[in-house]
């Protein structure tokens, strides 16, 4: 079983800066692709940024220039650094992983979610 779990979320305001954190665990063979997508009310959840296995990245538009996705493998966790917040930026936030591990002498893959956390960003 491979669990994702997030912190650095909560409320700040605008301009402000907030750091995401989100550490696999579990029967973890690799960690390739991981990511952040987010959730506001009403609204699809959207891609916010990813990374991949060797460190190659992709933003919104929306976020380029303001957030900055990295990761540590040897922790198998992934960063979300938000700095200059919106209110726009406001959703929950949610680290997505795809993750290779053994399972009946087969190497699977299989994408997993976290359970969220909350940004809100204040006018």
């Known amino acids: 079983q491979v669990q994702l779990v997030e912190s650095g979320g909560g409320l700040v305001q605008a301009g402000g800066s907030l750091r995401l954190s989100c550490a696999a665990s579990g029967s973890i063979f690799s960690l390739n692709a991981m990511g952040w997508y987010r959730q506001a009310p009403g609204k699809q959840r959207e891609l916010v940024a990813r990374i991949t296995s060797v460190g190659s990245t992709n933003y919104a538009d929306s976020v380029k220039g303001r957030f900055t996705i990295s990761r540590d493998n040897a922790k198998n966790t992934v960063y979300l650094q938000m700095h200059s917040l919106k209110p726009e930026d406001t959703a929950v936030y949610y680290c997505?992983?795809?993750?290779?591990?053994?399972?009946?002498?087969?190497?699977?893959?299989?994408?997993?979610w976290g359970q969220g956390t909350q940004v809100t960003v204040s006018s």
């Open positions: 997505n992983a795809d993750v290779a591990y053994w399972r009946g002498g087969s190497l699977i893959t299989n994408e997993y």
